[in-house]
DNA sequence: CCATACCTACCGATCGTTCGGTCACCAGTC
DNA sequence: GACTGGTGACCGAACGATCGGTAGGTATGG
């Protein structure tokens, strides 16, 4: 059983609202942010609009706060355990194989990173960008660290790095329609090829 | 000068519809179906809601034409090609190309048939997919050439083919945000990075 | 007794869509 | 060359539905 994207809403157990925003999340990977409405999402956790602005101040603020938590579970189930790992190959095989099960596991909070973000407030949208930016920087950096080990193929670091969480994200998105129940195999297939197209091959 | 994507409207020459579903396919990638309002588009090529309505018979239905019309062009300009090419490595690269720059240099219609499927109705998702497994098989295909030539790595030939799509697809993401003016190096390390993640090293 | 969690009822704005009409431009006819 | 009729391209105004959001009330648990 996985920890939750909404595990702490504002303050103390709000668990209810953590039912919201997961189903909010769910509807906006599925039908965009501009084609899920206030009464979509209400009707998905059983209440009425009105119930609803109980838990959420406004729409577009439910947007940020689900990625905003989206971005802190990034950070804590991926990013700061895969630092840990000394050897940079290992550290992205991990990164990938993390990253793919909490977007596969815990609703599609994740998700809306990617695919949202220019629905937000400008202001939001950059420190959201900002964010999102810092976990780039932990995949450049990875491979930054494996082509001064001389493992890296000769290729542009910046464009890898988009192919790599551009992998991550379309796994994700492929889960639910045409690969269900085959969760582990889709992750081992994904980082082997991920990890032909980056790596030097052994001599 | 490319040729575009909805060069063949209707009949005759309604160039202004041509405009029409060149505008509507950009702002729905840049908002998504649900994002676009009918006053959008309008807007976007100097008309009014009700004169949009000469052109076309429908929100939803404009974007079935839309996505018709790409994936007509999809087989014109990227499958009828790329299928006279026997080499099968070669025939990748070329259809790699040919497909980013497709994406690129017309309007972007094209991602229209990957992002906004779902919001069609049952029977014209249905009629769009099958022509899009189309072309999946075309890719299906040669890596089950490769494969026999012996040329290509083991791996799961569906996964694989999801993965070359979404390179794809994905890099069309990118080029109008973070690697403007840069389209040939982009191509270039997207086939490269591709193709040694599904070939065997050189001996 | 009071906060929490939710409701019914409603608001103004915007949505997709339709209707009736206008205007430029074409034929053909006298 | 003026007159008529038709047509394609468009607009202003309005339709009912739905949108995001609010006001005020109620039931429940501590």
């Known amino acids: 059983m996985p920890v939750s994207v909404f595990q702490s809403a504002p303050k103390g157990a709000p668990a209810r609202t953590a039912d919201v925003y997961r189903a909010a999340a769910a509807l906006m990977v599925e039908k965009g942010f501009g084609g899920t ?10 209440m009425t609009k009105a119930g609803l602005y109980h838990h959420i101040s406004g729409k577009q603020d439910m947007l940020y706060q689900i ?21 940079p190959e290992e550290r992205l095989r991990q990164l990938m194989r993390l990253h793919i099960q909490a ?12 695919s949202e973000v220019n629905h937000l407030v400008p202001a ?3 420190e959201i960008r900002g964010r999102v930016g810092e976990h780039l920087e932990l995949i450049r950096e990875t491979l930054r660290e494996l082509s001064e080990n001389g ?13 790599i969480v551009n992998a991550i994200t379309g796994v994700s998105r492929w889960k639910f329609q045409d690969f269900a129940s085959e969760e582990e195999h889709l992750i081992q297939e994904t980082v082997a090829y991920t990890m032909a197209a980056l790596l030097k091959p052994a001599p």
């Open 37 to 46: 409405s206030i009464g979509d999402i209400a009707q998905a956790v059983g």
């Open 67 to 87: 990625m905003k938590h989206a971005v802190d579970a990034l950070e804590r189930i991926v990013c700061t355990p895969v630092r840990l790992i000394d050897d």
């Open 103 to 114: 977007l596969i596991g815990h609703g599609l909070a994740f998700a809306t990173i990617w």
């Open 124 to 126: 939001h949208r950059e």
């Open 151 to 163: 493992r890296l193929r000769s290729l542009d670091v910046n464009i890898a790095t988009m192919h």
